[in-house]
C-alpha cells in the first residue's frame, strides 16, 4: 500500500517535550503557590522521576526553588517548591488615548519602578514612539535581568498583524491603521502586543486579589477614555484569532449619534470618560447650585468626590453613569458567561453608589438564576491607577511563561 498520500502529524524532539512540561509546571507553580513534587506530579499527570528531574533542572536554573517543609497529604512533611518569581523582570508598556507608560515588573506583579508621559493634538505618532523607544532601551541597558516586554493599547486591534485599526478620542490622530511593532522596531527580548481590555483581564487574573475564589471566567471591563472587555478563562484569554472584541461598539440606542466607528449610538458614547464628562457640563448650566458649578478644568474625579459629598446634581450624574455601564454588563453577561465581571479603569472611581446602580441594572435586565451566578465588582483599589500598564506585564509575563527559555541566564535570587 502506498503511503503518498498520507498526512502525519509533525513528531515532538525530546527538547520540545521537556519545554512544555517545564512550562506546564512554570505556570502550575505561579497559579498554586508553594506546592510539593507529589502534587506537582499528581496535576501534571507526570511521574514522580519525571518530576523530579524537572525540578531539579528548574532549581539549577533558578527558576523554582526550595522552600522548606511543608505538610502534605495526610500530614505528610514534604519539601516545598515555589517559582522565584524575582529570577527575572519583564517591562509593562501601555499607550492610551492621551499617555504612555512603562513600568518595570517581577513575574508576580511587582512593580519596582515606572516613566510616563503625556501628549497633545500637537505630538505626532513619531514622537511618542521615539520617547518609547528610547525609554525601553534604558531600563534594557539598566537590567538585563528583563526577559521580554508587553504592549497594551487601544483598540479596535488586530492581534495577528499588530495593528490599531481605529482610535476613537485619540490626543493624536495619526495611530489609525498603525503597525506598532513595525513601529517599535526591533528590540533584544521577545516583545508581545495585546488589546488593553485583554491585558486588564490578565491582571485581575493573575494580580488581583478575589479571583481565585470566585470562578473560571473572568471579564474586564475597561471603562476609561474607551471601552472595552477582556475575557480570561482559567488564566488563558479567549480572544478572537484577529480582531479584539470591542464592546464599546456595541450599539445601546440604534437611533443614537453616529461614533467614528461608523456605527449609531455606541456605548462608548455614553459611558466613557469623555461621554461622562460632555454629560456633566451639559447639564451644569441647569444646575448652578451644584459645587461643581465653582470649579474650573471640572474632571471626572470632581464629580466623583462631589456625589460622595451628597451634592445632588453629582450624586445624579454618576446613577445615570451607572446605568450605561449596568447597560455594558447586560451585554457581557449574554456575550461571555462570566462568573465574573469587574468594572475598571477611571469610572469604577464612582465607588460604591456606581456599582450599586449597575447592579441594580442588571438585576432589571436578566434572569435572577443568571444574575445570582455572576459577581460585579470594581477594580482593586491597588491596581485602579493603571490596570493596563499591569496588564502589560501580565501579558509579558504570560510570554515567559509560555517559553522557558526565556527565563533563563542573568537570573536574581528569591
Not at 25 to 50: D, E
Amino acid at each position: 500500500m502506498s503511503d503518498k498520500n498520507v498526512e502525519y502529524s509533525p513528531g515532538k524532539n525530546y527538547e520540545d517535550i521537556s519545554s512544555v512540561n517545564k512550562s506546564s509546571i512554570i505556570k502550575f507553580l505561579r497559579r498554586s503557590g508553594v506546592c510539593s513534587r507529589s502534587q506537582i506530579s499528581k496535576a501534571m499527570g507526570l511521574t514522580q522521576a519525571s518530576i523530579s528531574k524537572i525540578i531539579a533542572q528548574l532549581i539549577e536554573e533558578n527558576i523554582v526553588y526550595e522552600t522548606g517543609y511543608i505538610t502534605g497529604e495526610k500530614g505528610r512533611r514534604s519539601i516545598g517548591i515555589a517559582l522565584n518569581t524575582r529570577c527575572k523582570k519583564v517591562l509593562g508598556v501601555r499607550i492610551s488615548r492621551r499617555s504612555f507608560a512603562i513600568g518595570l515588573f517581577d513575574l508576580a506583579g511587582q512593580m519596582y519602578e515606572s516613566v510616563s508621559g503625556q501628549f497633545t493634538a500637537e505630538t505626532t505618532l513619531h514622537d511618542v514612539i521615539g520617547r518609547i523607544r528610547g525609554s525601553l532601551n534604558n531600563y534594557l541597558a539598566q537590567y538585563p535581568e528583563i526577559a521580554s516586554i508587553g504592549v497594551a493599547v487601544p483598540g479596535p486591534f488586530n492581534q495577528r498583524t499588530s495593528e490599531i485599526i481605529l482610535t476613537t478620542s485619540m490626543a493624536t490622530s495619526d495611530w489609525t491603521n498603525t503597525n506598532l511593532r513595525d513601529e517599535l522596531g526591533d528590540f533584544p527580548v521577545p516583545i508581545a502586543f495585546s488589546h488593553d481590555a485583554d491585558a486588564g483581564a490578565l491582571a485581575d487574573w493573575w494580580f488581583g486579589s478575589r479571583v481565585s475564589e470566585l470562578g473560571t471566567s473572568l471579564v474586564h471591563f475597561l471603562v476609561g477614555d474607551g471601552v472595552g472587555a477582556g475575557h480570561v478563562v482559567d488564566g488563558e484569554l479567549a480572544s478572537w484569532p484577529n480582531f479584539s472584541r470591542e464592546l464599546g461598539h456595541i450599539s445601546i440606542n440604534v437611533d443614537g449619534p453616529v461614533c467614528l466607528c461608523g456605527n449609531h449610538g455606541c456605548l462608548e458614547m455614553y459611558c466613557s470618560t469623555f461621554a461622562f464628562m460632555k454629560m456633566v457640563e451639559d447639564g451644569l448650566a441647569d444646575h448652578p447650585e451644584s459645587s461643581l458649578a465653582r470649579l474650573i478644568n471640572l474632571t471626572s474625579r470632581d464629580v466623583f468626590a462631589a456625589a460622595k459629598a451628597d451634592d445632588p446634581f453629582a450624586v445624579d450624574c454618576v446613577l445615570r453613569l451607572g446605568q450605561y455601564i449596568g447597560y455594558g454588563v447586560v451585554n457581557i453577561i449574554y456575550a461571555y458567561e462570566p462568573d465574573i465581571v469587574i468594572i475598571s479603569n477611571e469610572m469604577a472611581r464612582g465607588g460604591k453608589l456606581l456599582l450599586e446602580r449597575v447592579r441594580e441594572v442588571v438585576r432589571e435586565r436578566v434572569p435572577a438564576v443568571i444574575y445570582h451566578k455572576v459577581s460585579i465588582q470594581l477594580e482593586d483599589d491597588w491596581l485602579m491607577n493603571d490596570p493596563v500598564l499591569y496588564g502589560a506585564a501580565a501579558v509579558a509575563v504570560g510570554h515567559c511563561m509560555e517559553s522557558p527559555v526565556m527565563l533563563l541566564g542573568n537570573n536574581a535570587g528569591h
